[in-house]
């Protein structure tokens, strides 16, 4: 699986996006080509290397003639619609600007058939949006991790007039993400890179673990401390060399407790996978002065942390959770169904690496067939893998 990691070093917009796409190895040529299927009349990309601190890096202009002011969403919608691009670049485009839209309608108590763009309705930014996803396209990527996003502080000047840093409508589209400041006051994440960001990213947080085959740096126009450059780590996961097997980055979320009631920790595990934990676990440890006490492990996807991490502490006694980024490598699965003397059951079925499979019944399947049919569990069991093992044999697998 070919994976991207957007590293934000000074922050992010959508032109340093582009250009970081091309530095890592997308011919600006295939980009040029593609974006003529927006159709839209003066516009043209600009290509140079430029030199942002010690780092070369690739800098993309959107040079465009635009003599529109602000644009509606209907307006924004019948020009991707009428584009010629892949139905789901055009889907993704139009779910962005609908994004803008509703920040925008958010932060001016307006609805969003009100709302018109200025800067993010331009020719410019229809092309970044488009672009950046064009560009990710043409590259085969599959996967998007994103770094914490680095947010200044000040104002800056608008359409609206004198706005606050971060701006609005970046904030509004950030929900979700985790963030920090820095000293700067200088506007480090766009509008539109937030929109693009929050939408693409699968994850979070640290660089995943893949094997790299390109790096590309994208140079912006801002003046900042360090060097004003996005930078792309681009690669392939471990699922490339075999299919069947997925890699993923995860949060681990963990606590010692030794001071709850026993009878919470059902409970609490029900609130936690209700709430997306992909696993809840208790192992029971020695603490600090012999005491007996229990390990409880939250295994999640890492955009839920944070909510889960609120639930531990609202739900637990516990007073601080450790939280640590794990690789998961699981197989891909499928599901299918077997006829059975106790009706229809659920099979899990996994192919592994090196050839061959394994299938497992649904439990909660086979748990309702042998309570409905008074048998025990086990026959439910061992009917549901004759069915499935018959089924194979007759279709020769």
Known sequence: ??????????????????????????????????????????????????????????????????????????????????????????????HIFERMIEA???????????????????????VDVTGVLLALHLLGVQRVAVSPVPLGRGTLASSHGQMPLPAPATVALLRGAPVFGVDHAVETVTPTAAALLTELADEFGAIPAMRLSAVGYGAGDRLTPEPNVLRVLLGETAAAASPDLQVETLSLLETNIDDMNPEVYGYVQERLLAAGALDVYLTPILMKKGRPATLLSVLCQQAEAGSLRAALFDETTTLGVRTTEVTRHCLARSVEQVATPFGTIRVKLVQLPGGGSKAAPEYEDCRQAAEAHGVPLRLVYEAAMLAHASERAGAGQ
Not at 62 to 89: F, Y
Not at 104 to 126: S, Y
């Open 1 to 94: 699986m070919k994976i991207i990691y957007f590293d934000l070093v000074s922050g992010a917009s959508g032109d340093m996006m582009l250009g970081a796409l091309v530095d890592a190895g997308l011919p600006f040529t295939d980009l040029q080509q593609a974006l003529l299927g927006l159709h839209l009349p003066d516009f043209e990309l600009g290509l140079r290397r430029v030199m942002r601190g010690p780092f070369a890096a690739t800098k993309v202009d959107v040079k465009a003639a635009d003599t529109v002011q602000a644009r509606h969403l209907p307006e924004i919608r019948s020009l991707i619609l009428a584009a010629d691009l892949p139905a789901g670049i055009r889907e993704r485009s139009l």
């Open 104 to 126: 925008e309608a958010g932060i001016h108590g307006q609805p969003a058939e009100h709302v018109h763009l200025h800067e993010m309705g331009a020719v410019d930014t229809i």
